[in-house]
């Protein structure tokens, strides 16, 4: 019977981190984001000695102040790339997860001692945990936020020398990425834990020991290269935000904009458990538990880039409060069952692979590279396009990375790093009217134009429905990420005559038409820009992979029937067939 249960443990733990692991593992995406720049700005504090503190990549405002708050991360990140590549980076980074993850697990089971309720909080936590898997600096602050917890909660039990690592741990935190003011966060809570539980004996050791740490925390973030500005700067960067980021929006704003996340059921769940099974054991259920539960439930709430912290730092309160509701329903008759506890031990089974199943699917497993903007930026490159660079919001940080000192760009993925009214007064209503780009293109003289299609904002769909039709400019090249375009004038001719391409020649590069969601971005585009026909035939090459690609028939039999296409009715019989 030990050597089942025993068997049994180790099967779900295995579950359990092979789910993070496929989640964490996948083909890396954040090239074309974030991490080329950070790749490249780690170079260069490496090579240089110094950390910019300007804009410097883009020659709009490349003299605006900007405070790196994870220059240290970008350091550690460009010198593993350049050892190990892409691979061992996100190895590294995978195998830190599963560490940080692996030190919360690790401490719920010495409460615990219940491999499947610890299944169990992991089948809910973890695709909340997989809102963000991206290679990003916030890797090492999710790692950290573990590190105070788990520490915290030892010191809680009884005391341990370790609480004291947590101020040079701090010190590496504020100079690695802006979350480090979550580490002073979490030792505060932990001090009014200690305040309200022993308010009896405040002059304590174990008090004292505690508030000194939390003084001490406090004291090093003055240690960065920005001083008194860095330390205080996560608490007004959002003041110079002039650009709306997904990740900095609400999770209910989110949804009411039509964005559909697995994490959302999965964290509304997840919190709807975790302060039921607190209510429910209330007499026995800690204060910090509640502190925790209440303060990173309200940081979730407010930006879904916070959900990593909930899950972090509420999956210890979860799964003890969790054992002690466990504990009450085990005196049930139901739950005393043999019988339905291996069933339930067999259903937890089922859902972990399933989730593995869907998030290989929808993530894949593998160490290489998303081609992204990769190629666009080989054809600049290697046909010797120039500038200056009219680019947008999303794949500024990857042409840092490739075409930085010899081309800057017009914007990059970093509000902070421009002044607020830049993006309001110049860079959206330039995409939205005709005679704001007009007005900047006389200012810069932009050459060409680097656009990444795949941006969803309605500005950008609006500009490039015009700027693709319009014979001021014409389109050179085309994937299903990328469309580069040059000003129509005489030294552009040459390039004009042997990449031009129309509704009529379109002529799309390195397809995958076995990948649907490449087609289904290269049919937005034709969508967007009113080619027609190329829709068309794209769509067409979605259904040959899926024949009943609910989407793709409605939208086919939508244009099928505008054209009069005798078609029409056989793509709706099917629709209606397949869809309804």
């Known amino acids: 019977m030990l050597r089942k249960l025993h068997i049994i443990d180790i099967s779900l733990l295995v579950l359990v981190f092979l789910l993070l692991f496929v989640g964490y593992f996948h083909p890396i995406t954040a090239i074309t984001q974030d991490l080329g720049r950070h790749l490249l700005l780690g170079k260069m504090i490496a090579q240089t000695g110094q950390i910019p503190k300007t804009n410097l990549f883009s020659y709009t405002y490349p003299d605006f102040p900007f405070i790196n708050t994870h220059y240290l991360s970008e350091i550690i990140f460009s010198a593993l790339s350049s050892a190990f590549g892409f691979t061992g980076l996100l190895v590294v980074m995978t195998l830190l997860m599963l560490i940080a993850y692996g030190l919360l697990v690790s401490t719920g089971y010495r409460l615990i001692r219940h491999t499947v309720l610890i299944a169990i909080a992991s089948m809910l936590n973890l695709p909340i945990l997989f809102e963000r898997t991206d290679l990003r600096p916030e890797i090492f602050s999710f790692l950290l936020t573990a590190i105070f917890i788990v520490v915290l909660y030892r010191y809680r ?23 480090f003011i979550i580490g002073i966060l979490i030792v505060g809570l932990f001090v009014i834990d200690v305040i309200i539980t022993h308010r009896h004996a405040l002059s304590s050791k174990y008090t004292s020991i505690l508030v000194i ?9 003055l240690i960065n290269p920005n001083g008194l500005q860095g330390a205080i700067y996560p608490f007004h960067v959002l003041q110079n935000y002039g650009y709306t980021i997904e990740e900095n929006q609400s999770m209910f704003l989110l949804e009411s904009l039509g964005f559909q996340k697995l994490s959302f059921p999965y964290f509304k769940i ?49 799964m003890y409060s969790f054992s002690l509701l466990y504990e ?43 081609t992204g903007a ?9 046909n010797n396009l120039r500038g200056p660079l009219f680019n947008n919001f999303d794949i500024g940080g990857y042409l840092i990375y490739r075409l930085y000192p010899k081309e800057r760009v017009f914007v990059d993925g970093r509000p902070e790093a421009y002044p607020k009214d830049f993006f309001q007064n110049t860079y959206i209503p330039m995409q939205q009217d005709e005679v704001v780009f007009a007005k900047q293109d006389k200012k810069y003289h932009f050459n060409t134009i680097f656009f990444s299609h795949t941006d969803q904002t309605p500005w950008a769909d609006a500009f490039l429905k015009r700027i693709v039709n319009t014979p001021l400019w014409r389109v050179v090249y085309l994937d299903d990420t990328i ?39 290269l049919a937005h585009f034709f969508n967007t820009v009113g080619w027609t026909e190329p829709e068309i035939l794209t769509y067409q090459d979605i259904l040959a992979i899926d024949p009943r690609d609910c989407q793709v028939l409605y939208n086919l039999s939508v244009h099928y029937a505008q054209q009069q296409n005798l078609a029409a009715e056989i793509v709706a019989k099917q629709y209606q067939t397949h869809c309804q």
């Not at 101020?167 to 802006?178: A, D, G, R, T, Y």
């Not at 003084?215 to 973030?221: I, Q």
């Not at 099974?277 to 539960?293: H, P, Q, V």
Request: proline fraction near 2%; charge should be positive.
């Open 270 to 318: 997840t919190v709807f458990l975790l302060f039921l099974s607190l209510f429910l054991t209330l007499k026995r259920s800690r204060r910090i538990d509640w502190l925790l539960a209440i303060v990173f439930t309200y940081l979730a709430l407010s930006a879904v880039r916070n959900f990593p912290l909930f899950v972090f730092a509420t999956l210890i309160p979860f």
């Open 328 to 370: 009450k329903l085990n005196k049930t008759r139901m739950l005393a069952n043999k019988r339905f506890k291996s069933l339930a031990v067999i259903l937890v089974m089922g859902i972990l692979l399933l989730q593995i199943k869907v998030i290989v699917a929808k993530k894949g497993v593998g160490l290489h590279e998303v």
């Open 213 to 221: 740490v939390f003084c001490a925390t406090l004291l090093v973030t």
């Open 483 to 521: 469309v580069i375009l040059v000003k129509n004038n005489k030294s552009n001719a040459s390039l004009i005559e042997r990449f031009s391409q129309t509704e009529k020649n379109p002529a799309v590069s390195h397809l995958d038409k076995q990948n649907r969601n490449s087609l289904l971005q």
């Open 157 to 179: 039990e009884k005391f341990t020398a370790l609480v004291f690592l947590l101020v040079p741990l701090e010190l590496l935190w504020v100079n690695m990425h802006i979350y």
């Open 374 to 382: 990769k190629n666009g930026v080989t054809f600049f490159e290697e």
